[in-house]
C-alpha cells in the first residue's frame, strides 16, 4: 500500500513540477519579450539565455537572442546561436537569411576569410528550396556583388579552391 501511496504522491509531484516548469518557461519567454519591446536587448539576452540553460533547444529563444545580439553588434554570438537552430535544421529559412544578413556585416580577408561569402552560399541554399523568392534573389545578387567587389580589391585569390570564382566572374 505504501508503494501505490508513493507512486501516485510521485506523479502528483513530477506532474506539478513539469506544470511549473512549462509555465516558468512561459513566464521567462514574456519577460524576455517586454525587455525586447523596451529595447533592453541586454536584459532580454539575459533572460534568453536562462531559457536556453533550461532548454538547450528552444528555437524561440535562440533566433530572439540571436536578433538581441545584433541589436547590440554582436554579430558572432548571433550568428552561433542561428548556426545551433541549423545544427537541427539545415533548411530552416529564418535561420539561414538571419545567419547570412549578420554574416554579411563583415568584410572579407581571404577567400576562405570571408563572411560575405559565407552569406552568399547561405541565401544559395535558401533559394535552393525558395526559388521563386524575390527577396532572397535580391540578397544573394547584392552579396555577389559584395563578393566580387572584395576580389577586386585584392582579396587573395590564390588561396581559392576556384567554386565560386566562376560563378562571380559570370
Same mark, same amino acid.
Given at each position: 500500500?505504501?508503494?501505490?501511496?508513493?507512486?501516485?504522491?510521485?506523479?502528483? !509531484?513530477?506532474?506539478?513540477?513539469?506544470?511549473?516548469? @512549462? %509555465?516558468?518557461?512561459?513566464?521567462?519567454?514574456?519577460?524576455?519579450?517586454?525587455?525586447?519591446?523596451?529595447?533592453?536587448?541586454?536584459? =532580454?539576452?539575459?533572460?534568453?539565455?536562462?531559457?536556453?540553460?533550461?532548454?538547450?533547444?528552444?528555437?524561440?529563444?535562440?533566433?530572439?537572442?540571436?536578433?538581441?545580439?545584433?541589436?547590440?553588434?554582436?554579430?558572432?554570438? @548571433?550568428?552561433?546561436?542561428?548556426?545551433? !537552430?541549423?545544427?537541427? %535544421?539545415?533548411?530552416?529559412?529564418?535561420?539561414?537569411? @538571419?545567419?547570412?544578413?549578420?554574416?554579411?556585416?563583415?568584410?572579407?580577408?581571404?577567400?576562405?576569410?570571408?563572411?560575405?561569402?559565407? =552569406?552568399?552560399?547561405?541565401?544559395?541554399? =535558401?533559394?535552393?528550396?525558395?526559388?521563386?523568392?524575390?527577396?532572397?534573389?535580391?540578397?544573394?545578387?547584392?552579396?555577389?556583388?559584395? !563578393?566580387?567587389?572584395?576580389?577586386?580589391?585584392?582579396?587573395?585569390?590564390?588561396?581559392?579552391?576556384?567554386?565560386?570564382?566562376?560563378?562571380?566572374?559570370?
Amino acid at each position: 500500500m505504501k508503494i501505490v501511496y508513493f507512486l501516485i504522491f510521485s506523479v502528483i !509531484v513530477g506532474g506539478i513540477t513539469l506544470n511549473a516548469y @512549462g %509555465e516558468s518557461i512561459d513566464e521567462m519567454h514574456d519577460s524576455s519579450l517586454e525587455y525586447m519591446n523596451a529595447q533592453n536587448f541586454v536584459q =532580454a539576452i539575459q533572460e534568453y539565455s536562462k531559457i536556453l540553460e533550461v532548454d538547450s533547444n528552444d528555437e524561440t529563444a535562440l533566433f530572439n537572442r540571436a536578433f538581441a545580439f545584433s541589436m547590440i553588434e554582436d554579430y558572432e554570438s @548571433g550568428i552561433e546561436d542561428l548556426t545551433r !537552430v541549423l545544427e537541427d %535544421e539545415p533548411k530552416n529559412l529564418m535561420a539561414l537569411k @538571419g545567419k547570412a544578413t549578420l554574416l554579411a556585416k563583415f568584410s572579407c580577408e581571404s577567400y576562405n576569410n570571408c563572411r560575405p561569402l559565407e =552569406a552568399l552560399e547561405l541565401f544559395e541554399i =535558401a533559394l535552393e528550396d525558395n526559388p521563386n523568392d524575390k527577396e532572397l534573389k535580391m540578397k544573394r545578387d547584392f552579396m555577389l556583388v559584395v !563578393v566580387s567587389a572584395a576580389f577586386k580589391q585584392g582579396v587573395n585569390l590564390q588561396e581559392t579552391s576556384g567554386e565560386y570564382i566562376v560563378n562571380i566572374q559570370h
